[in-house]
């Protein structure tokens, strides 16, 4: 049996290949393997790491990267109910929360916040880390 993340390089290996399209924008596995690296890099540590964003490509780097960390992804749909969230934070006990710039997130989910840039061909995840206002 192998952990998640030594699963990951034999699929990344295809260099040029198409690795994910999403709402006709597309990551190669190189730049998918680049992208999800930077993420993988900065929630090293993190045990649960909650994935705050609507269903897109960088919804796709982050979970790729939380899941080459080691870590756990808690994706969370913006578009679920308080009650929701709160149950869903209250099981889960993410550490931090990756959103996507100029997310509004709900008082439920204050803990440190890792901002993801636009996926694609000249871009990583990136951004700051900051503490989310309660």
Do not use: D
Not at 15 to 35: D, F, I, M, N, P
Not at 79 to 106: F, I, K, N, W
């Amino acid at each position: 049996m192998h952990a998640v993340p030594a699963l990951f390089p034999p699929l990344l290996a295809p260099s040029g290949a198409e690795a994910v399209r999403v709402a006709g924008r597309r990551l190669t596995y190189r730049e998918l393997r680049e992208a999800a690296g930077a993420v993988a890099a900065r929630v090293e540590g993190q045990g649960r790491v909650a994935v705050w964003a609507e269903p897109e490509l960088e919804t796709v780097v982050a979970a790729v990267g939380v899941l080459l960390a080691g870590s756990t992804a808690v994706p969370i749909n913006p578009r679920v109910g308080l009650r929701e969230l709160e149950h869903v934070v209250a099981a889960s006990a993410p550490e931090c929360v990756l959103t996507a710039p100029g997310a509004e997130l709900p008082a439920p989910l204050a803990v440190p916040e890792l901002v993801l840039a636009q996926a694609g061909p000249a871009a990583a995840p990136g951004g700051k880390r900051r503490h989310v206002r309660p």
